[in-house]
């Protein structure tokens, strides 16, 4: 097949170069609800700051977006940085910069889709899921220098992305009450189409048929519009992880993101064969992970009748990263990751001990969840 321009994969640089965006959501400060601030915050940004921090989807998140970074503690300094200053900046916008993958009452019948045609255009077609869509997300991009490897990447991260949606998981709560899901971002995204799990490409020309095959049907213009829970990014020259929630703190989402860094660089230069799973069992560990987050039953080896338990495949997963993250310094930050969900579970454990402890109020969960978020 030859290269359609607009699915040409753009090589990075250099591989195993990082790139962080989160999903932001705006708040009123007087009510705690999301609310369509976007317009203002933007309209009051500095200029040299509008390429690292743009609109999205609803008119009540933006998205913090880092340069290039070529490890991950370099990705923590620049996180820290851009967060704080969307935080400085929801602020003079008369708003709140919340860091949290679902609000916990928000209506999303309240929720304004943003001016951008491209953005009316993809909530015209989606409807209801979209509408129901008020989820923000963790982005990982790891840059990679070759297309085959980008799509072999992608097959060999599938069968762990689930124990890496339970090590995030942190949206227990929809519309004022608790879906019983330690993610249930992960349920609304799954109502979307091009989304989930992808198949298996074994190479960059089978991803490159499909894009081609999706646009050629409309269901597509651009890569930007298929939202697998891992994706190669044709246009960055990246393999990007989507699938985890926005951790509860600052030091759990960079250990997140260091650990989803190391082991991208640990597949890509292992020699044993990936772990396989057949689709569906990757799917139903998808759907265990966001219910049950650490404690979901895992089909680990489908020859075999017997699960694992998800806490068991994360240990596991934390040793078989140990030697890249210690040579890209990401390791102490993962240490940090593993260790809280050890001691303290999961966010949407802590998120619901929180919730009983303020008496039931979102607002008052929503002040302290923002207060501990730094610590």
């Not at 753009?10 to 195993?16: E, G, L, T």
């Not at 509008?50 to 998140?61: N, P």
């Not at 953005?119 to 077609?125: G, R, S």
């Not at 799509?151 to 009450?177: I, Q, V």
């Amino acid at each position: 097949m030859t290269d359609s321009p607009l699915f040409a994969f753009q090589p990075s640089a250099v591989d195993y170069s990082l790139g962080v965006e989160v999903e932001v959501q705006l708040l009123d400060p007087a009510t705690w609800e999301l609310a369509p601030l976007a317009q203002a915050f933007l309209a009051a940004l500095p200029p040299a700051e509008r390429k690292t921090i743009k609109g999205e989807f609803l008119q009540s998140m933006i998205e913090v977006a880092t340069p290039v970074c070529p490890d991950p503690p370099s990705a923590a300094t620049e996180l820290r940085r851009l967060l704080g200053r969307a935080q400085e900046n929801a602020a003079q916008a008369k708003a709140i910069a919340f860091f949290g993958s679902l609000h916990p009452a928000s209506p999303w019948r309240w929720q304004r889709v943003s001016d951008r045609p491209r953005y009316q255009e993809i909530a015209a077609e989606l409807q209801v899921c979209g509408q129901r869509l008020i989820t923000q997300g963790l982005h990982v991009h790891i840059g990679i220098t070759d297309a085959d490897r980008a799509a072999r990447l992608c097959d060999c991260l599938r069968p762990h992305l689930p124990t890496l949606l339970a090590l995030s998981a942190a949206s227990p709560f929809y519309e004022g009450a608790d879906t019983g899901f330690h993610s249930y971002r992960a349920v609304l995204l799954a109502d979307l189409p091009r989304s989930g799990l992808p198949s298996t490409f074994g190479g960059w020309s089978c991803c490159q048929q499909l894009l081609a095959a999706f646009r050629a049907a409309g269901h597509i213009q651009t890569i930007r519009e298929v939202w697998w829970d891992v994706r190669p990014h044709c246009e960055l020259g990246t393999v990007e992880v989507r699938i985890c929630d926005i951790p509860m703190t600052f030091r759990e989402l960079t250990g997140l993101v260091a650990l989803v860094h190391a082991l991208a660089v640990t597949l890509d230069q292992a020699e044993e064969p990936p772990l396989h799973l057949p689709h569906e069992a990757m799917l139903a560990n998808r759907w265990a992970a966001a219910r049950h987050g650490l404690e979901a039953a895992f089909i680990a080896n489908a020859s075999r009748p017997a699960a694992t338990v998800c806490r068991e495949a994360a240990s596991h997963l934390f040793d078989l990263v140990e030697p890249a993250a210690r040579a890209y310094n990401g390791w102490p930050l993962i240490e940090h990751l593993a260790q809280t969900m050890a001691d303290h579970g999961t966010g949407a454990e802590r998120l619901r001990s929180m919730h009983k402890a303020h008496n039931g109020s979102f607002a008052e969960l929503l002040r302290a969840w923002q207060k501990g978020f730094w610590q």
